[in-house]
């Protein structure tokens, strides 16, 4: 017997997103296809996603005015001119709407938010923590903000777009993200943009109540569609994570998932909110800092740069065994892989600031984030075995069994033939199954930004020619009554389709990762009472 699945229908994101996943083979001959699949999927270690968008609303932020604010020692006069021995008119909030402020980013056409409901009110952190070390280097916070361009930011005025932030840790538990902290873990390249820090591990830490900690219960979740959110300026800098999954008393990490590397190359390509900035330090930085004596000191400004983010799905970050974390650390480059992350103070103190500690933190990343789920009614999906290939003597496909509303719809509109399950003949190795995924919506209205993602089944192949060389998808376009029959090239070469091979990370959409490649289809709006159809091919190993 050869089945397919009894699709069940849900809208688990906004856009709408509708996906199918597939169980192992039971048997040789006996594929099972599960009804719902998670819509992000990550492997351990490394499955995070790159931000192809974000969402971002304004504020009016609070105006300060320090005139007479010196100029940082050293400051650079290459981008400040005249700085040296110097003193600026500064000002923060100087744009009505000066505050951005992030509410969502997007990734692979899924919207993620803040999770509020765990973490309130914002997503954010109970507490984050700078971990210092290193002898001779400076204790000193190093914040960037946007500026007014239109000024031209002349070395006697700096007029800074968003409202100030007095410490490196109330400027990052917020939302506003035209702000940050520039070159966080150098610690080894002075010069003119002297951004030496000791920084040597940064705490993210999520601890629920009061000792001992609850940490966020991974058992109440989901690990696929929940995760943490890191941004950079730029979005050109490697850096490593790591869950934190123990800590003590006084909530310092004592125990750590996978430290897991994230290359240069992975932030996402939104290209979006690029901003100006300019770089501010407070040296000889003391705790708490005292607003009425804490000045911050222009160094050096910053050319335009666009706003880059990471998303890290609770499963990319600890197996599943773990049942509670309490946030999670980052570290810079130079850390290796078999080092006590524990132990920050034994971490390198000659990381430079370009290959390995040049991370430039943008405000509003360190937040728990959220799948938006967003139920269209009316929209189905189902699912078919409409030839087999091989065999002499074959079922009859041309029936279309069921009388579901969308089964109806299909059948009136001349789609959705085929069977559920196919008990004879028997399939076996050398066979070529055709799968057939209808798309049916019976309500007045749309449902919009669809993708489908089907993977592959275990023990079956993903055969690339099945209706023409480099041609292994086929469909009808969204319509009523049903239009014609075209054919998707498997490469990502802008037409709907693509097929991803065994080994390839998937897309968001396809939910946890079977390891045997998926068909992916953008398929864009689906109307009032439209059908269409997905086709494509395995081989029975």
Known sequence: MFAPFQPKTTSPVKPAIYILGLASLVVLIVVTVLSQALPVQAQIPGGFFGVDGFITSTSTPTTLNFPGTPYATPCDPGTFAGCVGSTTNQTYGAAADGNLVLDGVVVGGVTFEPARDLLPPQGLADRLVFRRAGAGLPNRALLFFQYETALGAPTNVLELTPERALSLEEAMLSRIINRGIDNVFNNATPGAQETRNN???????????????????????????????????GGNDPFQIAAITAVDAAGDPTAYGPLITVPA???GTSGATPIVSAVLRLDDLTTPINPATAVFNPSHLVPAQSIQGIVFPINSLVPDTVDVIFGYSLFAGDVTAGANLVDFASFPITTNGTTQGGLDLVAGGF??????????????????????????????????????????????????????TVTDPTVDSGNVVEYTIYLSNVAAGDATGVIICDQIPAVTT???DSFGTGQGIQAIASSNPPGPVVNYTNADDGDPGTFFPPGTPLPPVCGSDQGNGAVVVNVGTVGGDQVGLIRFRTGVN
């Open 199 to 233: 920084i040597q591990r940064v705490d993210y830490l999520v601890l629920g109540s009061a000792p001992p900690f609850n940490g966020l219960d991974l058992t109440a979740i989901d690990r696929a569609t929940t995760g943490f959110l890191v941004l950079e300026r």
């Open 265 to 267: 190359g992975a932030w």
């Open 367 to 420: 937040g728990l984030v959220q799948q938006v789920a967003q139920p269209v009614a009316d929209f189905a999906l189902v699912k078919r075995i409409t030839n087999l290939i091989g065999p002499a003597t074959l079922p009859d496909f041309t029936q279309v069994l069921g009388t579901t509303p969308a089964e109806n719809q299909l059948r009136t509109t001349g789609l959705g033939q085929g069977l559920i």
């Open 462 to 464: 993903f055969v690339p």
